[in-house]
Every structure is written in C-alpha cells, then in structure tokens.
C-alpha cells in the first residue's frame, strides 16, 4: 500500500511544483495533469484496498474530467495567444492593484 | 437497480436546466445569422422558470427530501434553498445579457448555452451527497464559468483573468481530488452519510484528507489566504459574468462545503471548525483592508466579495455548536446575490462606447474607476440611487437587505459565544462602511467629467431595478427567507 501512496504523492508533488514554479503555460497545464494522475493512483490503490469498485469508477470520471479540462485549458490558451503572442505567465500583468 | 421515476424528480430542476441549454443550442441553429436573439433568451426562460417553479413548489410544501440515483443526490431544503439563489443570479443575467453581449461581441447562443449549463452545474453541486457527484459537478461549473471569464476573446484581459481563472482552478481541483481521495482510502466510501458512519474517530489520513479538501474549497470560495485570483479575475471578467459568477459561484461553493462538513464530517467538527475560524478572520480582515486603496470600482467589489465570503464562513465557523449560524450564513448568502449581483450590474449599466485611437471600432468600456462614477446623481439620479442602496446593503446599513443579513448572522455568533469573531466582522465592517461610501461621494459630490452620457441598456437597467427591489424588500421582510434558511440547515444531516 505504502509505496503506492508514496508513489502517488510524488507525482502530485512534481505536479505542484510544476505548476508553481514553470512560467511556460504548456508546461502549467501538463503539470496539472500530473497531479490530477497522482491522485489517480492514489484512488486506485486506495481501491485495491477496499475491494470496491467506487474508487476504479473515480478515476475514469477524474480522466474524463481532465480530458474536458485540457480541452478548455487549451482552448483558453490560444485565445490568449491570439491577442498576446506569449505563453509566458510572466507577461500576463495587465490585472493588478 | 434500476432508474426509476424518483432519480428523475431527485435532479427536475438540473434536468429543465439543461435541457433548455440543449435547445438553446439547437434554435441558435436554427435561427438565420441576423435574426433577433430573443428566441434564446425566450428558451433560457423557458428553463429558469421551469426550475424556479419546481423549487418553489418544494419550498412551500416542505416536502421529504427526495433522494436519487443511488444515493447520490439528493432534492432536499438546502439544495432547494441556495438552488433559488443560483436560479435568480442566472434569470438576472439571462435579462441583461442581450443586447449587452451584442456590444461585446460575443456570440448569443454559445453564451446563453454555457450560461445554462453552469447553472444546471451549480444547482447539481448543491444537491450532491457524494464525493464523486461533488468533483464532478464543481468541474462541470468551473468549466464552463472559466469559458464565460475569457468569452469576449478578443479582449486582451479577459483572456487574461481566463487564463488565470483557469490555472488556479484548476490547481485548487487537484487538491480537492486529493483530499477526497484520502477520505475515501480512509472510509472505503464516496457517500458523505457512510463517510461519516465509518469516521466515529479521525484517523490521520482522514484528517489530511479533509485538510485539503477545505484548502481546495478555500480556493473555490475565494477565501484567504487562497484569494490571490479573485481580484484579476473579477476585474479581467466581462461585467454581468463577474456578477454572475460572485454570487452563482460562491453560492454552490458554500452549499457543498456545508454539507460536506455537516454530513460528511460531524465527528470532526472540532478540527474542521478550527480551520473555518481561522479562514473566516483572514478572510474578513484581508478582504475589507484590501479593497480600502482600491481606485478601480470593480476591483473593490473584487475585494468586498472576498470580504463577504469571510462573513459567510463566519457562519459556518459556528456551525459546530449550533444550525442557527449556519442558516444565518445560508441567508447571507441568499442576500447577497441581490446586492452584489446588482452593484456589479450597475457598472454595465453605466459603461460606454469608447473609440481609442488605432482601433478598428468602439469598444465596449464599463464604468470601472472611480471617476466614471463622478456626478452619476446629476445625469442619472435613479441609477445613482439604485447604487447607493447597493452600496449600503454591502456596507449593512438599514433598512437594506445587507443589514438584516449580517444582523442575523452576527447576533447568531454571538450567541453560540464565537465573541473574537463576531467583533472582527462588526470591526471589519465598519471599515467597509468607508470604501463603499466613497463611491457614493463620487457620484453626488463629484462634478461629472465631460464626456457624454450614454443612454443605458433598458434590459441591464431592468436587471439592476430587479436586484434593487428584492434588495430593499429582503431588507423590510428578511422573516420568510430567514426561517427557511434555518430549516434548511436543520434537515440538512438527515
């Protein structure tokens, strides 16, 4: 059990820091997908754990929910880039006060 | 197991929802390109008061609660209560939004479907008793309300405020996901009733995961010190979007929150209610002490909105001892639909048509500073009144709505003995009192600039008359709404 919780918590971890500290929105976006995919695992093992289906059923809604959240995500993106010609988190300073 | 008739009354209000964003949808379609709208809005109706009717029948009836597929929703007072103020937040949209999103230039059908389809999310999160049902339903509202932030897209800064919107969202779902991960690898469960059964005593893991699951509602709610989004956000955000979703929004947020600590998790209330307390001061103090320096109007609503999100989970910090505050926070939040959405909707009313140089066309520019609120009283006094009266009722000055709402929810905490904290509210909103007024001085004390007034959008200035009725009317009569509020917290474990 325990290796797969530290498995699971490490890559929400990478996902964390990712999403802190990489200023290129691609690289934000992946990195929320990675910790959508650690808590994914957690959910898996915690369901091997319980023997019941509730967890398996979680993950598949949480991959489709993050399929539709990179699809928005995206979209955004390039909305953004169409106005702004950067992905650069640092460049997005026209809201402040 | 089968569905069967029940499920489907369980979800009937949803269910007119969305079926009504499905047809906007398709009559969008249908409809030649330079066809009036007003078949949309005319649908969206359709489904808004197609849902009104069926909560309000709930409502009046005091019926069981009815619960559906499976457990996992159900169609109780709660649900029907902060379903009302999800409901009329999106009628008052659907009303402003016509000819308004015109001058945005943002496409009809996409924006009343996407509109629909947020609510139709909100009144589901609202209704949900279990894990799944919930992280499901706050992606579904986040979703779509991250699209409605950056729908006029050619604007650089809604683009932005979407952008970030989407990232820190996001970023909060993740640890909601975590933390109901954990509370179910302690419990085995995703229903919130059997979650409670199985938790007679916190295990750490089960502490860890409520821990995150409040830090990713925090981020939902906007409270400090989870806030850092909110200002840019409601700022970058097209107008009646922003109205829409401060109220919309933080409703469902709430409603979920409640019941996730009250059904989910009542043997732990001492460590959750720990955490509300501390959530709730920040909250209350950062929000008012932020939006003092404010210059830019739709900022310092920003702010305020923060602020009034801290006077809610002040509330639901007293929820361990006793219902009365929560239903006190319930009413809160039922009445500050009314007046945030109306003094949002007042800077629309208010905006106008700017060329600036090098542009193609005009662009659409909602009175956002303080100056463009110089000498309002002169050249449109009822508007500026409309405003006052807002302004008064987030400040909590009587006889407005705001009054009888912190009123409520102040004397409820102070019963329950929560002393610190109804002092800090009562403190911080004095310090309100000064930042919203300002606003009034600028508008009867100021000279106007000399810019030309427009004439406002009858629909918007219908919208912002309706918010300024029920404003004054929950504010003479809070009685009705207040003791459904109450009833509503009582049956909520059941």
Known sequence: MLPYLLFSAAMFSVGVYGVLARRNLLIVLMSIELMLNGVNIALVAFSRLHGGPDGQVFVLMVMAVAAAEVAVGLAILIALFRTRRTVDTGDLTSLKG | MNITWVDWISISPALAVIGAAFLVVLVDMLLPKDASKAPLEIVSYTGIGAALYICFRRLGEGMPPVRGFFGSVVLDELSVYLSLAI????????TMSGEDMRRRKVHAGEFYAIVL??????????QSVNLIMIFLMIEILSLCVYV???????QPRSGEAAMKYFVTGAFAS????????FLYGATGSVQLAEIAVRLREATPMALLGMGLLLVGFAFKVGAVPFHMWVPDVYEGAPTPVTAFMSVAVKAAAFGALVRVCVAGLPAQSAQWGGMVWGLAAA??????????????VKRMLAYSSIAHAGYVLLGL??????????GAAIFYLFVYTFMTFGAFATLAYLGREVSFPGARAPEWHDAEDLFDFAGVARRKPWTAAAMTLFLLSLAGIPPTAGFAGKFMLFRAAIQEGHYVLALIGILMS??????YLRVVVYMY??????????KGDMAVGAAVATAAFLTILLGLMPGTMHELSLRAMEHVGR
């Open chain 2, 87 to 94: 409901l009329a937040a999106t009628a008052l949209l659907v």
């Open chain 2, 117 to 126: 389809l947020a609510a139709a999310g909100m009144i589901l999160l609202v």
């Open chain 2, 148 to 154: 409605l932030t950056g729908i006029t897209r050619r």
């Open chain 2, 174 to 181: 993740g640890f909601l996901l975590y933390g109901m991960a």
């Open chain 2, 283 to 296: 909250t209350m103090i950062v929000g008012n002490l932020m939006a003092v320096p404010q210059r830019s």
């Open chain 2, 317 to 326: 910090a007293a929820l361990k001892t006793s219902h009365a505050a929560a």
């Open chain 2, 430 to 435: 004095i310090v309100s009192v000064y930042y």
């Open chain 2, 445 to 454: 004390m100021k000279d106007p600039l000399e810019e030309p007034s427009q």
